[in-house]
């Protein structure tokens, strides 16, 4: 892990860009350290998605979190995969004229979580290495297919908050149901970009004892601001 | 309105059971005055659902908020009618043998709340009156289908926190789309006693622009502490 630039904000919390081999990646750090740690997942795309996950960080870091994130394989400007960039195509095109897209997000998203889950753990590993990095971790975001992943294989992660506001392989349901850590599941009631009942289903399947659904209006991206502070309360309440 | 005892919590909290007419009622309000209002709604039966309105309203008094609650038609000490005696009874019986319950719902609740409503409304006419209640006013609780009703016609009410536990008749779904409060609809997601698709529909027929789900493990009676929470600051940021 390789820091290559920092920059510290108004509230003291510490923004440093870094790679690990090839991957870029992004750390925030509060003022009061060793922190707790959540990974941002997010849909790739890293410096397109840069101003919500340093708004996402900088609420962590209010709250003494650190808060980390890595370009996902093929996304941003890591090399392209043929295969991910047909199936992206070809689920475009689906869900514009409103055809099934079962079989190209299994295309897409199983690939993809299989390839990012080494990567994210490797970059834990870097993570918890740091002297003002501690844990527990948690993982929150819109890539629900790698924290549904994670939340089964790694048992570093300790809680997760995930927006169901992602396309998640069905097979990957099974998966779901052997999650047993904390989960705070946020669904945007009427997000044109994704299935409710679905999201309904997976909710369901989770295995969880503890899991809580927030649902609230507003669309894909308009999830209230009440919405992000119940998510904050919900890591403070299992990381801090 | 006729006070008829008073005592003081710890927290400064004073409890006053009243009379009015001949419809017994609670009133709490906080040590600060004059405070918004929430009006407690219950399945029926006062004293004993006493120690959970009790448990509530200590919890409105600590965010400066008043709450009242009065015992519904044909309940706790009220004289029985013998059409809603008749109807509870279908119902247990239908739940036990896993009958249909629509057409015994709609003979229990419908009457329930057409005779409730004009008395809640008198109430909260009495209690805005007295010098320590001031509002804004909002509506809290397990009959559901009174918050609805409550929420359509009585421009009083500013905001609702809706347990998604008790059976609402279907024929109110159309009153739920006229709702335009925010709303705050707490739905435990295996409940034993409530159907799931129902109150998912449910949700979704509210008209309010501001509607929120959170569904929680724990079955009917074991809404998390953290839940509570959650309810008590949706009232704290509409109510003061």
Known sequence: MRFISEQRFDNGCLEREFTLGDIPGI?????????????????????TMYPRLASRARRCAQNGIAAATIE?????ERPRSAGAERARADLRRALAAGEPVDEIVDRLVI??????????????????????????VGYSGGLIALGIRLAVIEPRIAAAGLFAGSFVP?????EARRITIPLHVLLQWDDEA?????ALDLFDAFGSREKTLHANMGGHMGVPEFAGDDAARFFARHLT
């Open 27 to 47: 750390l925030w750090t509060p003022s009061s350290s060793p922190s707790p740690l959540i990974l941002l997942g997010h849909p790739g795309g890293m410096n």
């Open 111 to 136: 690939p993809l979580v299989d390839r990012a889950v080494p990567e994210w753990r490797s970059a834990l590993d870097a993570l918890l290495s740091l002297p003002d990095v501690r844990g527990p």
């Open 170 to 174: 069905r097979c990957m349901f099974h």
């Open 72 to 76: 996902l394989p093929g996304r941003g």
């Open 194 to 198: 994704n299935d409710r009942q679905s």
